[in-house]
């Protein structure tokens, strides 16, 4: 039964779908295929933590019901899911920011690792798990009337049996804690996941709550074409933002606009501090060393700070505080005489305008 629901909730993704999805983002149809099953596992039981929390599941009806149909189909044709400013990819943050709290950029971090996919090609998956989950909820609403409390009810009655469709997977809870003028912590659980990517397990139901004092509430984001998403108001602590990020550990490879994976772990922290600081907006500015001509150098910078917001982007930074620009061959920090000195100038910088 739980092996029939997943393929119900995957089935508006053709395999047709698959392959394409897989070619724009240059991976392999099966990480691609993996991804998405994780994915929707994870958006799954996540909603089910909710199940019996009635607003939720009314909120969760309305924004399925409000979903078109063809979504991403849609997505897909017009290469959406490769745009994180998109308004499929915006709508998908926004659910999913709702869903898991503080925790998304861990769920996704775990299942990238699962799968085999990097921050970017996870965001797509978690975006089209999102989806691919309000698709089925909202034909359900159309087909036999569900409402609210048989949501609650079908979440309740399948989340056992999709949990023990992915062996190993462990139920964690994500439900977020809502604020409401007091202050509360949110516990933080990294082990379990770190358990299931050494375990190399199907990790379905994921979800972490950090640790974190209340102050600030985040804003609502609109979803979809019309209504709105009204997030949970779940505060953080603000950290002050120097004038110019520490970015030091963000490389590129040579002639490549694709962050080394030993950029992750910095970029993560930075996207962070970003989401810590909902005002502040800062400039990614691209570099690059002196080898080629200058004019494809000047293309080359700009792509890696695109790439580097779009990195952002998919960590659940509003692409909208995030500015870009190329300088080239431009203000080198290191030698290009020597393969060091060239290295550590394929980078970029970060600079704060607004917070």
Same mark, same amino acid.
Request: charged residues 20%; glycine residues 8%; neutral net charge.
């Given at each position: 039964?739980?092996?029939?629901?997943?393929?119900?909730?995957?089935?508006?993704?053709? %395999?047709?779908?698959?392959?394409?999805?897989?070619?724009?983002?240059?991976?392999?149809?099966?990480?691609?295929?993996? *991804?998405?099953?994780?994915?929707?596992?994870?958006?799954?039981?996540?909603?089910?933590?909710?199940?019996?929390?009635?607003?939720?599941?009314?909120?969760?009806?309305?924004?399925?019901?409000?979903? %078109?149909?063809?979504?991403?189909?849609?997505?897909?044709?017009?290469?959406?899911?490769?745009?994180?400013?998109?308004?499929?990819?915006?709508?998908?943050?926004?659910?999913?920011?709702? /869903?898991?709290?503080?925790?998304?950029?861990?769920?996704?971090?775990?299942? *990238?690792?699962?799968?085999?996919?990097?921050?970017?090609?996870?965001?797509?998956?978690?975006?089209?798990?999102?989806?691919?989950?309000?698709?089925?909820?909202?034909?359900?609403?159309?087909?036999?009337?569900?409402?609210?409390?048989?949501?609650?009810?079908? /979440?309740?009655?399948?989340?056992? =049996?999709?949990?023990?469709?992915?062996?190993?997977?462990?139920?964690?809870?994500?439900?977020?804690?809502?604020?409401?003028?007091?202050?509360?912590?949110?516990?933080?659980?990294?082990?379990?996941?770190?358990?299931?990517?050494?375990?190399?397990?199907?990790?379905?139901?994921?979800?972490?709550?950090?640790?974190?004092?209340?102050?600030?509430?985040? %804003?609502?984001?609109?979803?979809?074409?019309?209504?709105?998403?009204?997030? %949970?108001?779940?505060?953080?602590?603000?950290?002050?933002?120097?004038?110019?990020?520490?970015?030091?550990?963000?490389?590129?490879?040579?002639?490549?606009?694709? /962050? @080394?994976? @030993?950029?992750?772990?910095?970029?993560?922290?930075?996207?962070?501090?970003?989401?810590?600081?909902?005002?502040?907006?800062?400039?990614?500015?691209?570099?690059?060393?002196?080898? =080629?001509?200058?004019?494809?150098?000047?293309?080359?910078?700009?792509?890696?700070?695109?790439?580097?917001?779009?990195?952002?982007?998919?960590? *659940?930074?509003?692409?909208?505080?995030?500015?870009?620009?190329?300088?080239?061959?431009?203000?080198?920090?290191?030698?290009?005489?020597?393969?060091?000195?060239?290295?550590?100038?394929?980078?970029?910088?970060?600079?704060?305008?607004?917070?």
């Amino acid at each position: 039964m739980a092996e029939s629901l997943l393929s119900k909730l995957t089935s508006s993704i053709q %395999p047709i779908t698959i392959a394409q999805i897989a070619a724009h983002l240059g991976v392999p149809e099966r990480a691609v295929f993996r *991804g998405l099953e994780l994915s929707t596992g994870a958006v799954f039981g996540a909603l089910a933590q909710k199940s019996t929390d009635r607003a939720a599941m009314q909120q969760t009806i309305d924004v399925a019901s409000r979903t %078109p149909t063809d979504t991403i189909a849609t997505a897909v044709s017009t290469g959406q899911f490769t745009d994180p400013a998109s308004p499929v990819m915006s709508s998908a943050r926004s659910f999913l920011s709702w /869903l898991f709290g503080t925790g998304s950029g861990a769920a996704a971090d775990a299942i *990238g690792r699962e799968a085999g996919l990097g921050t970017g090609a996870t965001a797509t998956m978690m975006a089209l798990g999102a989806h691919s989950l309000l698709n089925y909820i909202g034909s359900r609403v159309r087909d036999v009337s569900l409402n609210a409390s048989s949501l609650g009810e079908f /979440l309740d009655s399948e989340a056992p =049996g999709m949990r023990k469709l992915m062996p190993g997977a462990r139920m964690i809870d994500v439900n977020p804690i809502v604020a409401q003028g007091k202050t509360a912590e949110r516990s933080f659980v990294p082990w379990v996941i770190a358990a299931v990517i050494a375990a190399a397990l199907a990790v379905g139901w994921l979800g972490l709550r950090n640790n974190s004092q209340v102050t600030e509430p985040l %804003p609502s984001r609109p979803v979809g074409t019309s209504g709105t998403l009204t997030l %949970p108001d779940v505060r953080r602590t603000m950290q002050i933002l120097p004038p110019q990020l520490d970015v030091d550990r963000l490389r590129f490879e040579s002639g490549s606009a694709i /962050l @080394q994976p @030993q950029s992750h772990e910095q970029l993560q922290s930075i996207a962070s501090m970003l989401k810590a600081n909902p005002d502040a907006h800062v400039k990614i500015r691209g570099y690059s060393d002196d080898v =080629g001509s200058a004019e494809s150098n000047m293309k080359l910078s700009d792509a890696r700070a695109v790439s580097v917001r779009n990195q952002l982007v998919g960590m *659940g930074v509003d692409v909208d505080r995030l500015s870009t620009e190329g300088y080239g061959e431009a203000n080198p920090v290191g030698d290009n005489s020597t393969e060091a000195g060239r290295a550590m100038n394929r980078r970029v910088s970060m600079m704060v305008t607004e917070k």
